[in-house]
């Protein structure tokens, strides 16, 4: 029912930045938290920004101060300014929404920082 589409991957040299975007669509309710999670080959999935719909926000440790999380309530969309990015930002990056006890995931968009 509630699908999470994400965009704005690509590659980029170090030092460079992008911003990342997901909107929810086909949910008629509000999304609880809506975040976002990398994954680079051999590693688990992590966390690296989530936000409630006040706008209180977290960060993973490496991203900090580099990295900033927004959203959308109206529009049902979470973005992510990537700042100052680094080789080792480079993963497979997702969008999560929580509604409830109910999780939504998006089909993941590429992010390379070339050194």
């Known amino acids: 029912q509630v699908q999470m589409v994400e965009s704005g991957g690509g590659l980029v040299q170090a030092g460079g930045s992008l911003r990342l975007s997901c909107a929810a669509s086909?949910?008629?309710?509000?999304?609880?938290?809506m975040g976002w999670y990398r994954q680079a080959p051999e590693n688990q999935r992590e966390l690296v920004a989530d936000?409630?719909?006040?706008?209180?926000?977290r960060y993973a440790d490496s991203v900090k101060g580099r990295f900033t999380i927004s959203r959308d309530n109206a529009k049902n969309a979470v973005y992510l300014q990537m700042d100052n990015l680094k080789p080792e930002d480079t993963a497979v990056y997702y969008c999560?929404?929580?509604?409830?006890?109910?999780?939504?995931w998006g089909q993941g968009t590429q992010v390379t920082v070339s050194s």
């Open positions: 999560r929404g929580r509604m409830g006890l109910s999780v939504r």
């Open positions: 086909g949910s008629g309710d509000a999304i609880d938290v």
């Open positions: 936000s409630t719909r006040g706008g209180f926000a």
